[in-house]
């Protein structure tokens, strides 16, 4: 009975939304520990981008929200490391362009499109996966699993992930080790240059041998005389 309520959480019940019109900082601060989260998107400005498109268009959007202890378990500094302009591409990796209810993740066509770029050349690739109601988000550099659903309207819906989605483009560039130096070419002795030890030796053996030979001949010719 356990394992069959703990593999449906993702589907429980959102929190209602705030009165008034649809904020997106508010819907978060009403669900809890995503602080890091909306100071990052208040910093960048996308919350604003967010809040303004809600309620002056019919377009939806989803948004991936990695709760505060996510961000804890990023390497240290990460976050700091990251440029003003790349800190608004990490927070804009997290929101996708259209509404995706839990259902739609079981024939949603990967890569998924995100406001941060387009996926098809490798910089911003998003990719899901699912498993019964297990619902997985690649990014290529860490995988993510969708946690529960904190808020949704039909325009709006707000995923808790386990993650901070990574970029490629941001988190997969580091540095590729330096090549190992190359062995060297097995040693192949050398031929002995012109005058060489070797060519001198062979040289005093024929001189010896033509000595020998001249001796010979000499000792023939005197027993001959004789």
Do not use: C, W
Not at 47 to 65: E, H, K, P, R, Y
Not at 157 to 169: G, H, I, K, S
């Amino acid at each position: 009975m356990f394992f069959l309520f703990s593999s449906t959480t993702v589907a429980q019940t959102p929190s209602p939304a705030p009165s008034g019109p649809t904020n997106i900082t508010a819907i978060l601060e009403k669900a809890g520990q995503f602080t890091t989260l909306i100071r990052l998107m208040k910093s960048t400005q996308e919350s604003d981008q967010i809040n303004t498109q809600l309620n002056n268009s019919n377009q939806g959007l989803t948004v991936f929200a990695p709760p505060d202890n996510a961000f804890a378990n990023l390497k240290a500094g990460a976050l700091n490391s990251l440029s003003d302009q790349q800190k608004v591409q990490l927070v804009q990796f997290h929101i996708i362009p259209n509404f995706l209810s839990m259902s739609s993740f079981q024939t949603v066509s990967n890569p998924l499109r995100t406001q941060a770029g387009n996926s098809a050349d490798g910089e911003f690739p998003l990719n899901v996966t699912t498993s019964g109601n297990q619902v997985n988000i690649t990014t290529g550099v860490n995988t993510a699993t969708v946690a529960n659903t904190i808020f949704t309207d039909g325009q709006l819906v707000v995923y808790q992930v386990d993650q901070v989605l990574l970029p490629l483009d941001l988190f997969g560039t580091a540095a590729a080790p330096a090549p190992a130096p190359s062995k060297p070419d097995k040693d192949v002795p050398a031929k002995a240059p012109a005058g060489s030890k070797e060519d001198a030796s062979a040289d005093a053996s024929g001189a010896t041998i033509a000595t020998v030979s001249v001796s010979l001949v000499l000792i023939a010719a005197i027993s001959l005389k004789l």
